[in-house]
């Protein structure tokens, strides 16, 4: 439901100074895991400070946003954790939408927003074998046996102190 969230704010009582929005709302209030390869397990931290524009009319927030996201590696598919935070959230919202401002949409995306486009795991993370699609992180699978997923000098080393070589 629109408007009665915990980032909505009622703009008619809003102070000349300005006020805080603080807390932590649960994801999926936010519908951060509409998109498939992101999980949100934990609340979505926030502050905001909303104050009226004094020249024209409106509202600004400033703050920030901060959760955990799970999100899907590109080499290996797994899930894993992400700290994402926006640490210039800024909106200046014209007053034209009625009493209540619900930042609720801007929120998701500050926080999609601030995480990259593609994701891994980790930096070196190994992917999935491409023949019998093992999560190589786990070790190695049977059919990289005999042929190297470790790098150049494993592979190198390998060669040289095959003792087959000798006949
Ligand atoms: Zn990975
Ligand atoms: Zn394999």
């Known amino acids: 439901m629109k ?5 909505c704010l009622n703009i008619v ?23 498939s390869r992101i999980r949100c397990p934990g609340p979505v931290r926030y502050r905001l400070q909303a104050a009226p524009i004094v020249q024209e009319e409106g509202v600004l927030v400033r703050g920030w946003v901060e959760t ?9 598919l797994s899930m894993a954790e992400h700290l ?10 014209p007053d034209e939408e009625g009493n ?21 795991c980790r930096m070196d993370c190994q992917g999935l074998c ?22 150049p000098w494993e592979a190198l080393s390998a060669l040289d102190l ?5 006949e």
């Open 100 to 120: 209540l401002l619900d930042l609720t949409s801007d929120v998701r995306e500050d926080i999609l927003l601030t995480f990259p486009q593609s994701s891994l």
């Open 13 to 35: 009582d809003l102070p000349p100074e300005g006020t805080v929005l603080e807390g932590a709302v649960a994801s999926d209030e936010i519908g951060l895991e509409d998109e």
């Open 68 to 76: 955990v996201l799970l999100v899907m590696c590109d080499r290996c």
């Open 130 to 151: 491409p023949s019998c699609g093992k999560n190589l992180n786990e070790g190695d699978c049977s059919c990289s046996q005999g042929k190297s997923d470790e790098g």
């Open 3 to 7: 408007g009665d969230g915990p980032l």
């Open 162 to 166: 095959s003792p087959g070589g000798e």
């Open 84 to 93: 994402v935070r926006a640490d210039d959230v800024c909106h200046h919202y």
